[in-house]
């Protein structure tokens, strides 16, 4: 079993850029695929960016190019540097991982961007 708390959330203006982190406790060392998701109001929790123990990566459209995962696997932590942020990145940002067999998520960190 893997638990994951993520840090790093708030408000920020539009432009403005945030870093969130993951850490992971557990059974940290079976973890093989870590990512973040992210559950806007109203709307279905949706895939963000995901990044492999071999630190191959994967970004949705909607982030590419503004959004960089990144992992430490010395400290089995995930980070997601988000930069020129719009109103339209805010959500409640969830950690998730892979472990053979099962997966696990966060209890998620909130991101505002507004002015």
């Known amino acids: 079993q893997v638990q994951l708390v993520e840090s790093g959330g708030g408000l920020v203006q539009p432009g403005g850029s945030l870093r969130l982190s993951c850490a992971a406790s557990g059974s940290s060392s079976d973890i093989y695929t870590m990512g973040w998701y992210r559950q806007a109001p109203g709307k279905q929790r949706e895939f963000v960016a995901t990044i492999t123990s071999y630190n191959s990566t994967a970004y949705a459209d909607s982030v590419k190019d503004r959004f960089t995962i990144s992992r430490d696997n010395a400290k089995n932590t995930v980070y997601l540097q988000m930069n020129s942020l719009k109103p339209e990145d805010t959500a409640v940002y969830y950690c998730?991982?892979?472990?053979?067999?099962?997966?696990?998520w966060g209890q998620g960190t909130q991101v505002t961007v507004s002015s």
């Open positions: 998730r991982c892979w472990t053979p067999g099962a997966n696990s």
